[in-house]
Every structure is written in C-alpha cells, then in structure tokens.
C-alpha cells in the first residue's frame, strides 16, 4: 500500500513560483517511480513530469524550461518547483507512483494562476 499527500497548492499571479511537494509513505520510496500529473476543469488529466529511481527527469513540453520535478529519498519526498506560472497551469496537481501493476494517486492539490 502507497499513501501520497501533497501540498504547496495556492494562489499566484502570472510569471510568480510555487513549489509543490508529496510525502509518500508505505513504500520503498527509492525504489519508484515517481510523477505529477494536472488536471484542468472540464479536461483531460495530463502528465507532467516524472523522475525515475536514478534521478532522471522528464517533462511534458508544456512545462519544459519552467518546472522542475526533485526527490528527496532520506524524507520520501518528490518536489515540483514550478516557475514562470502562466493562467494554463491552473489545475489541480497529482503526485503519481505505481508499484506491482497497482496505480496510486495522491488526493490533489490546486493551483491558480491569476493573470
């Protein structure tokens, strides 16, 4: 069993910052993979950005060059500093793993982006 929990959601204007964390537990955190997903009213929930057990990262075009997705495996934790924040980042963000087939997602958490 995986709990995800994250937090760091909030307000901010266009062009502003906000780091997005998730603390996982029930695991062996080193050992997944670990990604953010968002999910806009009225659309699809899209990928955006994974790190993998080694460290690498990978981002979806719409983020690249201004999110940046970390992990800190001492406190099973995985970050997403997320930089020149324009009003399409507005969603709600997820923290994603999977372990033996099963997908674990975490409960969100919203971001508004006011231009």
């Known amino acids: 069993q995986v709990q995800l929990v994250e937090s760091g959601g909030g307000l901010v204007q266009a062009g502003g910052s906000l780091r997005l964390s998730c603390a996982a537990s029930?695991?062996?955190?080193?050992?997944?993979?670990m990604a953010w997903y968002r999910q806009a009213p009225g659309k699809q929930r899209e990928w955006v950005a994974h790190?993998?057990?080694?460290?690498?990262?990978n981002y979806s075009d719409s983020v690249k060059g201004r999110f940046a997705i970390s992990r800190d495996n001492a406190k099973n934790t995985v970050h997403l500093q997320m930089n020149s924040l324009k009003p399409e980042d507005t969603a709600t963000y997820y923290c994603?793993?999977?372990?033996?087939?099963?997908?674990?997602w975490g409960q969100g958490t919203q971001v508004t982006v006011s231009s």
């Open positions: 790190i993998t057990t080694d460290g690498t990262t």
């Open positions: 029930g695991s062996i955190f080193r050992n997944q993979l």
């Open positions: 994603y793993t999977f372990r033996f087939n099963i997908n674990y």
